[in-house]
């Protein structure tokens, strides 16, 4: 599972603003957001992944004939999420006429 997650890490499309990088002093690469300057050393998808490999292992001590329902409800956990994430933010107008989109509690903004 552990090698599966690393390798699908590697494979991934970066989320949008996303670049890696390697650093200059130590050769190590890092992840940076040209959007918000923010950098980190590990993979911006990295805890998304961790729980995806956690409810893999999960599932598979469930049983057999209860997997499906198992993944539906994982499924409904997901998008419950992803719906309350989505709803923090708000589009706002621009001069240029392309809106950007603000995060009601960070304040955080990005064009995509």
Do not use: I
């Not at 699908?8 to 300057?37: C, E, I, K």
């Amino acid at each position: 599972v552990v090698a599966f997650l690393c390798r699908a890490m590697g494979l991934a499309p970066l989320p949008v603003h996303w670049v890696l990088r390697n650093d200059r002093r130590s050769g190590q690469a890092y992840f940076a957001n040209r959007a918000t300057g923010k950098s980190e050393w590990t993979h911006p998808m990295e805890k998304a992944f961790k729980e995806l490999g956690c409810a893999y292992r999960v599932w598979l001590t469930v049983p057999f004939d209860k997997r499906e329902s198992f993944l539906a409800m994982l499924r409904e956990m997901w998008e419950g999420e992803a719906t309350a994430e989505f709803a923090l933010w708000y589009e706002v107008p621009h001069s240029s006429g392309r809106p950007y989109y603000c995060q009601r509690e960070t304040g955080e903004t990005t064009w995509d």
